[in-house]
């Protein structure tokens, strides 16, 4: 029986986070994708505290879904290194790294977070 979309992603989701821990040192930089935004997340799993979040209401640019993902990534990183984190690990939430999720990820790297 072929499974439905959110069904399959759900399933990658639960093996990467099989992988992925987030630490105080190294937090994971969670990232949910929405049909009108994007939101991001630096989550402490031994804890259970997130550290810092970001999302598209946060940002004051305008273009198109992708730059407006690179924003947020730019925005968490601000905040992450105001919070003392330097380096996380990425968590794609099974999601394929393209598009949003990519510039997500690059705007993270050019905010200055290490990945």
């Given amino acids: ?4 979309t ?11 986070r099989k992988k992925i821990q987030g630490t105080a040192a190294r937090p994971r930089l969670s990232v ?18 997130t ?9 004051e640019t305008t273009g198109n879904k992708s730059d407006i993902s ?5 925005a968490l990183a601000t905040k992450g290194l105001a ?8 968590d794609r939430s099974g999601y394929l790294y393209h598009g949003r999720i ?4 690059d705007g993270a790297r050019e905010g200055g977070l290490q990945f």
């Fill in 70 to 74: 690179k924003a947020v990534g730019k």
């Fill in 1 to 4: 029986m072929k499974l439905t």
């Fill in 83 to 90: 919070a003392g984190v330097s380096a996380v690990v990425f």
């Fill in 102 to 105: 990519k510039s997500v990820a």
């Fill in 51 to 59: 550290l810092a979040s970001a999302c598209h209401k946060d940002v």
């Fill in 6 to 16: 959110k069904e399959h992603r759900s399933q990658i989701h639960k093996r990467i």
């Fill in 32 to 49: 949910f994708r929405s049909n009108v935004g994007i939101y991001c997340q630096l989550i402490d799993d031994v804890a259970g505290h």
